[in-house]
């Protein structure tokens, strides 16, 4: 069934939406993008996810086609018009070109896309199994907290990592975990630890990592920020990931090595009950 999607202040069926082959998002991937869940028809965070939109923008010069306000009502309307109770709102802002030219002027204008999309989140069938990971050389830019739409590496890490037999890949670089290909990284330590990556411009600033944080906080669970090793993945109690469309999603095997006894975790599994408990409630 056609979606209505949005393009600049329209609602339009997806067969119908245009972009100009100029634009250079399409062009020099010159764009920044946003994913917010949806779960009983709820925006999940959405304030945050505006806020890191409008953080993206300001790094790479780029002005707001709209009010983040503005944005927000045109996604609850999306989400209306799609009648979506379960899964997410996809946002993306590019600079407008009329011709191509590596150079931008100081007052290029932007476009804003945005779609829906259906997703199995709270019932996802991979939390009960939990996920099993590979490690590849982290090779993206220097400006991982910027949320652009440069996602050609780790499209082809995830992609390596299907056709090997794994869920996704974990990216490495100086001997530590960056993050997942397109999510945070997390270890559990024997003790109880909860270890994941400090903010820095080598990942992104996940909101949903931020949400764990201050939710295990309010549990009184001991959270250390700082990178950890392959070989601390291999030793660990639990694993798992944090995005918008994974929430807390456990992983179990790293490079073919079972974390304790390959089965998700009994914290991660109540990380993510909380999560959820948390999310549905707002
Ligand atoms: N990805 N790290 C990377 C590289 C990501 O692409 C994402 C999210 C995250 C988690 O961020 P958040 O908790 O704010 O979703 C971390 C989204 C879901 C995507 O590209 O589809």
């Excluded at 109770?85 to 290029?108: C, H, I, L, N, W």
Aim: charged share 25%; proline share 3%; net charge negative.
């Amino acid at each position: 069934m056609s979606r209505t999607v949005y393009v600049n202040g329209d609602y339009v069926p997806e067969e119908e939406a245009k972009i100009s082959v100029f634009d250079r998002g399409f062009l020099f991937a010159d764009g920044v993008y946003e994913v917010c869940s949806v779960l009983d028809g709820k925006l999940i965070d959405n304030a945050a996810h505006l806020a890191r939109l409008q953080r993206s923008l300001n790094e790479i010069s780029m002005a707001l086609p709209c009010s983040l306000e503005e944005i927000e009502a045109a996604e609850l309307e999306l989400v209306r018009l799609n009648d979506l109770s379960e899964g997410m709102v996809y946002f993306q802002v590019t600079r407008t070109s009329k011709d191509r030219d590596f150079y931008f002027p100081k007052d290029a204008k932007s476009s804003l896309v945005m779609f829906t999309q259906v997703m199995n989140l709270s019932k996802n069938p991979a939390a009960e199994k939990g996920l099993s990971v590979i490690t590849m050389p982290d090779l993206r830019w220097e400006r991982r907290d910027i949320k652009t739409l440069q996602l050609l590496y780790p499209s082809l890490a995830k992609t390596e990592a299907k056709n090997k037999g794994a869920d996704d890949a974990w990216l490495v670089e100086d001997g530590f975990v960056t993050e997942g290909s397109s999510n945070n990284a997390w270890i559990i330590l024997q003790d109880g630890t909860i270890v994941t990556r400090q903010l820095s411009h080598e990942i992104l600033h996940g909101i949903t990592r931020h949400s764990i944080i201050k939710l295990a906080e309010l549990h009184q669970l001991k959270i250390e920020e700082r990178p950890f090793t392959v070989e601390e993945v291999k030793h660990a109690r639990e694993a798992f990931v944090s995005s918008a469309t994974t929430f807390v999603m456990p992983v179990v095997k790293i490079d073919g090595v079972e974390i304790a006894d390959g089965k998700p975790g009994e914290l991660t599994k109540k990380l993510r009950s909380i999560y959820l408990a948390e999310a549905k409630n707002l």
